[in-house]
């Protein structure tokens, strides 16, 4: 990996001004939420889901470019519980609605995205608005069952703040899609099918820029 960054560092120095870029290196950390997964019930107000829940996960970032516009990847790893979102007490308990179970740290989830970044604006000439879009690859384990690999997209914006010259920090909010479920039909109770799957996330990291 190091041989890769000093690669990567050593052709963006060989450029000609008009093409060459600066490399970028960065650690985060943040926290996401899904929704699909897998559902059971045809009834919108009684449907039962299970979902991946609110792992906390830790990244390597890279990045080359200039500001205007800049290739990205990461590689991430968390730990997501599984919830079972809708469950209804019984009424000896005289619930007043449906209730969330969560047992945590269910699944290992590696994930590793790719994609480009353009500069939208600069705000009072400090922090920088950024968009970006990606691809993802993310595999599924957990004991037990086989792990799974799944392939969607993404979408993001961030801010960005110089700290010193060779310091940034970093604060970012992704949308992601995948057309399968985290989740195989085998693995479910009865009832339940598996479904696309959305991620809302957060994450802020610190970026070098050597």
Not at 114 to 136: D, I, K, Q, T, W
């Amino acid at each position: 990996m190091l041989r890769l960054f000093a690669w990567l560092g050593a052709c963006s120095l060989a450029l000609p001004g008009s093409l060459a870029g600066q490399l970028s290196l960065g650690l985060s950390v943040g926290t996401a939420s899904f929704s699909g997964a897998a559902r059971a019930g045809g009834n919108p107000e009684e449907v039962v889901r299970f979902l991946p829940y609110r792992p906390t996960s830790f990244g390597l970032l890279v990045g080359w470019g200039h500001e205007a516009l800049r290739l990205e990847g990461s590689a991430r790893y968390g730990e997501p519980g599984l919830a079972l979102r809708g469950v209804t007490l019984s009424d000896a308990v005289q619930s007043p609605g449906s209730v969330l179970i969560v047992s945590e740290n269910a699944f290992r989830l590696v994930s590793f995205a790719g994609g480009a970044s353009l500069r939208l604006l600069r705000l009072r000439e400090g922090p920088v608005v950024r968009a970006g879009a990606a691809l993802v690859l993310e595999r599924w384990s957990s004991p037990g069952s086989e792990p799974r690999t799944l392939a969607g997209a993404q979408g993001s914006l961030a801010l960005e703040l110089a700290l010193t010259g060779a310091l940034s920090a970093r604060g970012e909010a992704e949308l992601g899609f995948t057309p399968a479920s985290p989740f195989r039909a085998g693995d479910l109770p009865d009832g339940f099918t598996p479904r696309s799957t959305w991620r809302r996330s957060l994450a802020i990291a610190l970026v070098w820029w050597p």
